[in-house]
Every structure is written in C-alpha cells, then in structure tokens.
C-alpha cells in the first residue's frame, strides 16, 4: 500500500501521527482516516484544500473543516483546556491562516490560546498595548512574512520560549518567505527557535508540548 | 559610547544580558564586564577566542574559559542545578564545540545536562542505544553538521520539545551549515524548533527556559 | 527534423534511447516512437501527463501506461526477471510516484524490485522493520523529499550502494526538492551517491546497470 | 593612466568625487588625491585601512584619518554646521564603525548629526526612550546586522525619512549581510529604502543630500 | 478580529495607513476601508486586482480605480500640489505599471510628477535630451527591470536623492527582478537608495516625504 | 505616452529596433508597430504568444508569425543572404524553439543559417559527424538545457567564435536553466561567450553581427 | 569522551569505519586510530593535511601518507587486487588531488585502478582515445571541475554506472564546485550518479562496492 | 602523468594551448611549458601569481612577466598587429587588473587595442567622450564590477560585438561578482555577450578571434 500508518506515535511522542494533506488524494486521505479511526486516534489533516475537506466531512461524521487554517479535524471526546495559556501573535492580516492553523492545532491538543492579530512592528503601539498578555503566556507564537521583525521585538518583552513562524506573505524580495525566515533564524534575542515558513502546524504542536509540560 | 547595556533584561526576560564577544575588542569587552558587574549581575560572554578571553580572565577575579565552548563566564555564586535535565545530543566528533557551548550555557542557568556526543545516524545503533536517557530529557538539543539528520530521527523518539541546531561542519555542498540548517527546517517529525547555524548559545538558552517552567 | 534518434545506443550504452516526454508534442513523440519501433526496439517515456499518453497508447497497440509513475511502456516480449532484485524505499506517500517511476523503469529493464514505501525516518521503527529486505538487496533506492534524510539511514544499514533520490515534496524552505538534495549529498554514510530532484528514472536506470552486473 | 578623474562632478552632482580606498595602492591613491587637491577640492577617502592611510596621512598636511570609520578626510575649509540634524542610530556595538563610516561623510559635508548607538529591537526601551530625538532629525540612518529589523521600527516611529544600512555583522544565516539587507528591503514601513551592505559612506551622502535640501 | 487598523498612523508618521490590498480579501478590505472612513482618514489601497476593485468602486463613492498602477483611492478634498516636483523615470515600456503606482501614490500625497518613461540605456539619448527636467526636480524615482542600470546613469546627471525602483520585468537570469535590486544596490553613483522589487509604492510615499521637506 | 520609439538606433546600431513581445498589450505592440512602420523600418516582434500574434498579423499585411520561434517579422524586402553561414546546434528537441529564435532573427537580418538539432553530447557521435560544418562556419550558436554540455564540447571542435545559448528545458535543480548558465560561463574551452538563459534572439543578433564583419 | 568510534561498521556495512579527518586535532585522530588499531581494524583517514599527518605516520608504524590524496592508511596485510577494474578520468590537472583521493580509497579496499587524468572535453580527442579503457572498466570515477561536463560525455560512451565528482576547481561563478555539482545533477546521460563537490573518498569507497559485487 | 598538453589546439582551433596558471605548481608549470617549448609553440600563462613567475622567468630566457595582468608570455617572433583593433573599456580603476589580461591576451595574438580605462557610467561625460574610438574598434571589450552597467551603455553607442566581462571587483550585495555578471546577462542591449567574473583572458581569446576574421 502506499501507506504506513504510525499507529505507534502515540505511545511514543504522545501524540497521534498528524495527516499532511497536501499533495494526498481524497482516496489516499480517506485510507488513512480509516486506519486512524480504527485505532481510536483522534484526527487532524493539515494543509487541505476546501475542495478535498468536503467529501471526507461529509463521510467522517462529527469532523470539521477549519477553513481559514484549512485543517480538518475530528475529535472523539473535546479534550479539557489547560490552564496555562498560548499566546499567538501576528503581524498582517495576511499572516492570520498561518496563526489560524497553530491556533486550531494548539486547541485539537487541549490548549487555551489567546491570540494577537495585526500587530506588527510597524505601529509598534499595537503590540506594546498587548505586553501584559504577552508576559503572561506559558508560551509564545509569533507569525509574520516580510522582514520578520516581530519575533524578535516579542521575544525582548516576555520571559518565554518564543516559537517563530516565517510566512511566505510578502512579495519581490521576500522571496517566498525566505527573507522572513532568515530574519528570524538572526534574531539577536535569545529564547527564539524557528520553524518552517508558512507552518503553523509545527509551532501549534512543540507550543501545546512545550505549554503542557508538567 | 559604543554601548548601551540592557541591565534591565535580567527582570524583563529572567536571564541578565550575554555578550557576543565576536567582532568586539578587548577595551570594549571590558567596558561591558565592568557596567554588569557593577550592577551586581552574573557575565557570559560567548564566541570568544582564546587571545582575547586570556586578559580578561587575568584581570577578572573568579571568571572561568571554557576553551572547547569558546565561553567566558562569571558567576558570584553557582546555581543549585534542576532537577530535570537536558539532554544534548551531537552527531560527530566536530560538532562537539557547538554542543559544548550549549551545555555550558544551559549550565551557568543551573541546568542539569547530560552529553550524548558523536552519535549520528550513519550508525543508528549509537543514538539508539540511548533512548532511555533521551526519553527521559525534559528537552533535547541535537546539534549536527553535514546531513543534519539526527534531530528528525531523535524527534521521531522522544515526547519532548527537541531545539535543532545545525553546524557548519561539512564542506562542499554543506554551504557552510546551510543545508544542515535547512534540512532541519524540514523535518518531517513534530516537535523539533531550529536555531541560526553554531547557535549553541541560543539552544541552551532557550532549553533552560523550557527545563525550568515551573 | 527536430530528432536525430540515438538508435546506436543500445549497442553503446547496453540500453536503447529513452524518451524524455516532457516539453514534447504528442506529435513529437509519435515520430520518435515510430523510429525508435522500425528498429525494433523497445519503448519507455517518462514524465508523460495522462492526456499525452492517451492518443499514444490508442495508437500504440501494446502500449501500457503507468498512471501515477508517469511512464508509458512498449515492450516486445517481457524480460526474464533477474534473481537479485532491487529495494525501493520512500519516505512518505507523496514521494510515492517517484519511487514507482523508479520501479516501472527497473522493471522495464527486467529487474525484480522490492518496494517498502512510507517508511520515513519520524517513525523509524517503519524502516528499521525492513532491516532483513534492504540488506538482501543487491542496491538500495531511497527516496525522500523534505528533509531528505531516509537515505543516510539506509545506507548505515547496508552493505550494498544506495542511490539517493531528492523529491520535491515539501513546502517553504524545501525549495522543490533543493534541500533533500543537499542533505542527501552531505551525507555522512558511506556508499551512497545522489540523482536529479525527482529523477526516478534515472534512480531507477542505474540501479538496474548496478543489479545486472555479471 | 589607470583612473579618470571626475573634477566635474562638484558642479554636476553637487559634491565632489570622493575615493573608494578599497583596492587601490598607495601610488594609486596619492595620484588621485594630487590630481583633486590641484583642482582645489575637498578630499574623502572611504574603506582605507591603517596601514596605507598611514603614508597619505603623512604626505598630506591637514589630512586626518578617521579609525574606526576608515575614512580619510582632507578639508581646506571646515564647512558651516547644518541647523537640522540627521540622527544615526545602530543596533549593536558591532555595528558602530559603519555608523562612524556614516557620520564622518555627514558630517565632511556639513551636517550637524546625532548618534544613538548600540540600540537594538531586542531591547525595544533603549531606542524608544530616543524618540524625541528621532522626531526631531530631519533624515534618519538607521544600521543593522543579523535581522535587520531596527529601521522598520525607528520608520514606525518617525515623520522623516529613513535610510536603512545592513551591516555584515552576525554569523551562520546572516550570510555576510545578505539577510539584514533583505529585512530591510521588505520592510512593512513605509518612508525607508537602503543601501548596500557596511555601506556607511553611501548612507551618509543621501542624507546630507535630504538634510540640506532647501 | 483580522485587522488592527493603525488610526494614530497619521498623527506619528505624518500619512494615514495605506492598505496593502494583495493576499487580502475584498469583504476585509471593505471592513478596513470602513473603518478608515469612519475616523475621516483618506484611503489608498495598493495591489489591488481589477477584479476585487470593482465591488469596491461601487460601494464606496468617490473611489477612483487606477488601473495601470492597480490602485484605489478615496479622496475627501484634492490636495494642492507642491510648486517643486518629483520627476519618475522608467527604463521601458513594460515597466511602466510600477511608475504609474509610484506617480498615483505621489500624487495622492500632493505632489507634482514629471514622467519620463521607455528611456532606459541601451538608447542613451532618451534620457539624457531630459537632462534639464531631471536637474529640476527635487526628487527623482528610476524604475527599471532586467540589468537596472538606468538608476545609476540618473544619479551620475542630477544633484537630488535618487530612488531607486527594481521591477520583475525580464526573464531568465533576471531571477523575477532579483538582477535589477542587486544592481541598484551595487551602484557606483552617490545619492541611490533602494525599494522592493516592484514597490512603486514605497517609492512615490518616500519620494513624497522628501519633496515636501520644509 | 507608454513608448519612446528608438528610430536613431538603425544608425547608431546598424540595425533597427526590434520589440520585446512580452508583458506589452496588443494595443502597446500596435502602436510601436505603427510608429516603426511610419520610419520605413523594417519589424521584429520577439517573445510573442500565438494569441497576440493572431491580430497583429491580420492588421500588418506582410508580416508573417514564425511559431516555434515565437517571433513575428515584417519585412519591406527580403535581404539578400550572407555568403558565409552561421550555424545553429542545439543539443535536445526541447530545445529547438530557442535556436529557432536564434535562426528567424538571423535569416531577418539577412545571414544564410545551418542548423544541427538534437545533436547533445550524451550521443557524441550526433554531433562529431557534424564537425565538418561546424568548421566551416564563421560563427557558430551552440543551445542547451540541462548540464549546458555542448557549446564545450563544440567550441572544443572549430576555429570560429561560440555564442553559448542555456535553455530553462529541464527539471530539478536545472533550476529554470541557471545550471545550464553557469555550466557555459565556466566552461574550459575558449573562444566562448554567453547570453541570457532562452535568449534565441540575442544570438542571432550577436550571430549576424560577427558574421557580417565585412 | 568526544568521539564513539563504530566498530561494528565492518560487520554491517561491509568496511570498516573511516576517520574525516577535516576539523579533528591530532589528538583527537591519534585516540580514534588506536581505538580501530585494538580492534584489529585497518585504518583510512581522508582529508589529513600533510602537517598533521607528520606525527601520526611517525608514532604508527606501517602507516603511509598520501600527500596528493592528502590520505593516511595503515593497513595490516595488503588487500589482493580485484581482477575487473575502476576506471578514474579527470578534466584537468588541478582536478588530480580528487582523483587521487578516489584512487587510493579504492585501492586500500583492494581494487585494481586505471587513471585517465587531464583529459577534458574541450580537447575531446583526449578522452576519446580513451574510448576502449573506458569501456572495460566496471565502473568509471568521472571527475571534473568548472563546467563539469566530463561525466555526462563518459557515461555516453560506456555500459557501466558513472560515478561523478564536481571539484572546487575554478573561479567566479564555479562557486566554490557548485557549478559543475550541478551540471552533473543535469546529465541528460544515463547511468550517472553524483557525490559532494571533492568528495573523491565517496567515489572511490562507491565504486569498490559495485566494482565488488560477487 | 598530471598532464596530457593539447598540442593539436593550434591546427584544431587556430591558436595553441594556454596554461591556466591558477591551482598549478611550479613544477607542473614547468614541465608544461617544456612541452609546449618542444613543439615550438608560443606560451601564455595565466593567472600566474609574482610568486611562482618569477623562477618561471629565470629559466626560460625570451619569457615576460605581466605583473598588473598576472600573465607570462614567452613569443618566439613577435607577431605582426592587425590594422583593425579592439576597444577594451573599463569602469574603475580597480578594474584595470582584468582588462590588462584582456589586453596582454589580445596582444599576444597580434591584435592592436585601444584601452579606454576608468569611464564608467556614475560619470557618463569620460565614456561619451570616446564614443568616436568605440565607433572605429571592430570589436569592443566592456569590464565592470559593481553594477555591471557600463556594457550595457557601450553596446548602445556602437555597431561592434562587445563583450562583457564582470569583475569581483565591489563589497556587500556585489557577491564576488555575480551581480555584475547577472546584470551583464540581462543587458536590454543587443549585440553583448557575457564570459566568466573576473575572466580577461578569454575576452581578450574571443575579440581576437573576432578582430581576425577575413
Ligand atoms: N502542515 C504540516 N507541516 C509539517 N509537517 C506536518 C504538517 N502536517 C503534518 N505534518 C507531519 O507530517 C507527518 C505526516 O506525513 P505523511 O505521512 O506524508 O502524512 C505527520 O507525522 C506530521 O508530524
Ligand atoms: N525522466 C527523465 N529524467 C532524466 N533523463 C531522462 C528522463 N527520461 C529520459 N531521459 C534521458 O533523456 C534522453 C532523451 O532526451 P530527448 O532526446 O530530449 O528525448 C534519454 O536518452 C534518456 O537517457
Ligand atoms: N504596495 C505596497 N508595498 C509595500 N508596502 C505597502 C504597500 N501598500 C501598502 N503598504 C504598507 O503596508 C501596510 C498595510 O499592510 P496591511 O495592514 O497588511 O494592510 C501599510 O501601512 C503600508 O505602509
Ligand atoms: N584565465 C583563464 N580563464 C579561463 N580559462 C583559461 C584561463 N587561462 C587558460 N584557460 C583555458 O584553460 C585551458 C588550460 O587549462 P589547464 O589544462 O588546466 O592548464 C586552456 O586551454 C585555456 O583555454
Ligand atoms: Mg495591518
Ligand atoms: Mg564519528
Ligand atoms: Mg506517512
Ligand atoms: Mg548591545
Ligand atoms: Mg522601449
Ligand atoms: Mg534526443
Ligand atoms: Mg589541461
Ligand atoms: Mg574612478
């Protein structure tokens, strides 16, 4: 077959394996649900297409399909919020599916998330109105494509690990994201790691571990 | 003057400011030791050469070189150590100094560390056969140069967050850490964050921030 | 003519020309197909679309095409099968068509081919479960995409060559294929060398010269 | 002979020509300059190192050389002071010759400057406790290394326009510069545009150019 | 919400906020121009596709759609024009969308603009029979794609800052306007600073901040 | 208006402007058509698509649309042709619009042409059984995709001078044909020189330039 | 300790673990070649420079050094030489450091080699006397630097697989090998695979294990 | 041995082979000048540094060392120069190095050249001013580094090939020469071609060619 599901991840890094939808067919993607759902894991596909989500939530009943973070989730029983928070910030209004996509990853794991959006550095005030929120988070995300400043002036105001996410927002030298990236990978504040451009899955899931450590 | 130190950030983001000792002179090092130490707070300097840290370590009381880590550090009384620990995971013999000036900095926060060096996953059994310890890290840093594999497969084994840290070691189409760096940034497994290329400081800086959430 | 048809290939290469399908008119193709059968040989395009290949193998009568290898086949009279055989490993199910264009093509040349797909090293219990198939292989193709590190796995399992096929699968800072390419390049195991992004064919043609040697 | 002497330049562009030291030899250089000082004109050369500024300094009286900047200077008459300032800010110690190389051109056409060195986003409090000072200037240089993300806040903050100079310093990803620069040009301010990595010189120029603007 | 409109804008940096219209959608942008009208502010809205305007045209009265230049505007009252003015050059005809976002945004803001437009160096007589109206203007903007030479010839012929445009018109190695931005960051002439590649945008808001200097 | 017809250049260049094809309207290239048409000079319109060619020839009588070439020509007379021939090599058949660019615009500029097509250096012998013509050519055009082999391997073979013509034919990391670039810039043979990837034009143009050396 | 040698390597891999020597200190070489040497194990280090390999080669008797492959092997009983035989070709005398590097790889595992040096394509007459050595060989090393071109001409010519090595050789826009890694990537050759830029140790440990397929 | 001398060049392609000095030893130079010297050729060195030239030039009596070229020649009778000639331009004096190893190159083969040195385009009246020189040579050589734009303003002004050379000659954004190279490549002129950063001596190869055709 043409997949291998790993039924073990659970067990292992104590989380159920994730479904990367893109470049999946519905055939493939309905597969793997099955083999998923036959084992009790709860479920969640990322980066699919509204094209792609409608028959299988049409199939797999109690699923839905998050459309601005184009994830499509299905959960057996809610899981219980924690109390300690995820704050997720960003930069544009262009970079919202990006932090909409660690915001429904960080909540499918049990997270509650506070979110700052358009707050980029640019009017400066916006995210300074927000630093009490900010220093009260277990963790931050911040989001933003362009130069990929914020990262770095979030990551000077809180005691936090920060986890930035590059989005290929942008156009001309921003070079898909790359530039946003780069900016960040530089940043000359410490407690800043780095994921991929455009994945807000990836930062989703290490804040949930990170938020949830005991 | 050249210099505006951040006396503040020891309140603002719970650790005093660090110098990065690369591309300052030894007057200006000194100035910088000298404005911290007068506010009474703990020093590191980091990528500091040998040349330089040797008049600095004369004239410094009680400061200590760490030659493999190319670290200074200062310290008026030595941290109780967590309870917890870090586990650093490196793939080759030359990427100990990287790992090295992880685990120095993750130390001087009070960190509990255990090395896991020369381990990469051309010879999988050798990270294999430390999978307990790793399990049992409550945050892992795998630095590697080359291929920058080991972070994905030491990813793939834990429930911890696990912070990326490429080198420059390689040569060729290593482009100077570059690859490694991007190969990290692609990982296939969660819960993996990557800091810039022989960021060994970053790494141990942001593992204690995790290591001692409370 | 817009082809000068390299039909003394066989004799010098031990293999007749092999048409690139891509950038070529169905019109293009026709005639190459048509020199290639007046002189008796046998015919394989690769990288043909589905609606290119369907006047051809209408036209064509014992003409198959292999839908997701994207790889049309004419062949006279089926090749024994060798005793040795191939193993093709892939990484995840989206490099699912790169590693069948290498298997269609090795087939093609009358290799026996063992395939172990998805088995990417995030849950490396899936490869290391393969152990006793990859190390009877007479060479090993492994394909990955994103962080490309599936083949320096392999190849500290084994004693035989792999060859190592980047994919384009990924996102961000996977840049089509570029980065699997370069992990796979740097890689710290022995034995292993590197083809095109997405090259299955290519994979696929020397590991079947590499499994054919008397 | 080797160079061409651009003595129209004063009365074409406003500004005499001014010499890249870089590359050139001493004999180079001293013909040059003896080709200017003969057509009575003011004297800059920029990236000089000590050691051939040492001689010129020598051979011509009244000529200074500025260390940290790396600028020769030779004025007949020292120009009048701007009433408007330019104000030059940097992010790190490390960026301060650049800053220098900024202000001492400034500074050779007449204008009044002000420093605010060492003031980077990591810690936002020593540059926005400057914004007085920042709204006063009429033109506003503002140099970075690593992320390059202090002139898309100082252009947040301010009415004036702002010259943003990317500096190589940083390490791994900063790749010489080239990530600070991209930063800057992809800045999500408005009212900034920049200029080649370390250049100092051409930063200083524009602004005395829109500082004495009447 | 998804928009944190940056009211105070106008107060701080002396223009309104600007909507960047790419990537947004037309139901966001009507609620940021609503919310722009509502506190009496002018509205500018770049990157904006035929297709999105229209709705927008007609919902909003007054709106003015500039389509070479892809731009919205909402005026309350026509600014007077400054008596100095910025003269925009461009290097061929196809680089005209990006002069024509550059002279809209200019003169949004008030300012006279003299065009000179398909006069790039390979005809160097076009652009020098323009010598005089270069000279006179305060500020002059050159826009070219492919090599980018025409703003270094600019900046060699007049007295006043020189604004430097890249566009991504060309093909091949011109690497989507990657040559041209490289270029014009490499110039030889003084007084050139440098934009995004096609921000037309940026350089009529930063071209208008400089022409009306009091 | 959008065009500054160059008509000097017939003078100035011994050849009269031709147009750029891409990126202009139909509206903009019938404009251009006219003014040129009015000056008696003679037309070509390079990188045209079938669609916008459809129009222009109906309303230009005379004027014919080369398909593969992609280039429309107007021409009052037909030139006499050259005596000595440029040839054309190309190495694969996805390569042949570019040299058929090269050869429509070197026949419209009256040079007798020769082409080898399909003759790439994986097939030696193609092109060695050409070496005749090769060396009876007074410039030679040599075209390539992928590795960009064959303007080498020809430049190896003949006396005359080699334009070298990269392709984007390829996948992979012949990343749009800046491999194939690369490839012909470092190439170990003389007597070579390089344009623009797919740049069929500016060969012929170079071509005839050198072949009509008088 | 700072290195876990892999001893089992022989066992799964077929050949014993070989030390990189880049990077390592003599002291750090001199533990891991004791620690081999109490295995029993025959010992490669690649990479060595001539000043550290002085006092190696004088405290293990039996040791050589290898200055053009700057390579030091100690081996305990020489290996009998393989009947069939690896054919090593290179484009220049600059690329013979690399080729020798091969060489010696493949003769301490006990293959018999014959080198073809200096015969590069732009004197195709060189490699093509060649033709029949080439052809008898059971596999070829294709070694090349600037334009890379040697490889894809080799591997047209024979049956066997191509192992090609891109060489830092060159200037400008070789960077660095960059260049000819990826013209070899491009092949439009069959039977071709590609190893790190200088990375002749790769090609020749590659080659002895197909060389010794049974 | 190392080297396999192509004394056939001379017949093949009308002029002998040339030693690439760069990378070679003295005693490779030497042993491959004694082979050229035994088949009563002409010999030109290239990139030869002061070093390895100077016992070059003691023991081959008649040999010239070009120190400002960095090339050595050794002539048996010096040849006759041709009535036509060739323009070599250059934009700075840092340039000079590479457009004398075009001159000493061309000279070699017997061509007259006129230099035009130090006339780049921040200072367009110098180059202007030989425009009726560029207008006579049959061939014209442009050399810039920065930008690169002076072949694009000399092809405009001529009927002549010129041939762009890039040099490596800038700082920043210049990359080692790739900007200028690029910027050469997508010159809006016609009639340019582009070799290698940095490469006088096959500009100085090709214009003789073309200055020498009959
Ligand atoms: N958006 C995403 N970005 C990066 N990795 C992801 C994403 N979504 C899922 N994954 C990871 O990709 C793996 C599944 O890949 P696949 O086997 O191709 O479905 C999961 O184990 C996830 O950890
Ligand atoms: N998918 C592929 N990738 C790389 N090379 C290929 C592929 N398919 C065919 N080829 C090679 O391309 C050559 C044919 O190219 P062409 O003459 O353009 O049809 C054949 O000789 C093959 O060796
Ligand atoms: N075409 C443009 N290019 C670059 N920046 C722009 C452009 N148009 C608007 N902006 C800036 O982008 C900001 C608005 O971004 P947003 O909040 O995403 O609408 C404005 O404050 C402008 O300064
Ligand atoms: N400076 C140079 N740049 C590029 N190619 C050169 C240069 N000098 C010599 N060559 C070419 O390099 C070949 C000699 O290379 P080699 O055999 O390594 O000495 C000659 O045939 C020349 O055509
Ligand atoms: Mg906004
Ligand atoms: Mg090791
Ligand atoms: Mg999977
Ligand atoms: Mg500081
Ligand atoms: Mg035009
Ligand atoms: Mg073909
Ligand atoms: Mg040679
Ligand atoms: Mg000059």
Tied chains: 1, 2, 3, 4, 5, 6, 7, 8.
Aim: aromatic share 6%; glycine share 10%.
């Amino acid at each position: 077959g043409h997949s291998r599901v790993d039924h073990d991840r659970l067990d292992r890094n104590g989380a159920a394996e994730v479904i990367f939808g893109q470049g999946k067919t519905v055939d493939q993607l309905r597969d793997i649900m099955n083999s998923l759902s036959q084992h009790g894991q709860d479920i969640l596909v990322s980066r699919l297409t509204e094209e792609k989500a409608e028959p299988l939530v049409k199939e797999f009943p109690g699923s839905v399909y998050h459309e601005t973070a184009r994830i499509l989730t299905l959960q057996h029983t809610k899981p219980e919020l924690t109390k300690t928070f995820i704050c997720i910030a960003c930069a544009g209004t262009s970079d919202v599916p990006v932090a909409e996509e660690a915001r429904i990853t960080a909540e499918f794991y049990g997270n509650s998330v506070k979110p700052i959006y358009d707050a980029g550095v640019a009017g400066l005030h916006r995210i300074l109105a927000e630093t009490e929120v900010l220093r009260q988070a277990r963790v931050v995300i911040a989001v933003a494509g362009m130069e990929g400043a914020l990262p770095s002036v979030v990551a000077g105001l809180v005691k936090a690990p920060v986890i930035a996410v590059p989005t290929s927002v942008g156009y001309g030298a921003s070079f898909g994201g790359a530039t946003a990236l780069l900016a960040m990978l530089n940043s000359c504040a410490s407690g800043l790691s780095v994921v991929n451009i455009d994945n807000g899955f990836g930062a989703g899931y290490l804040a949930s571990m990170i938020n949830k450590i005991a």
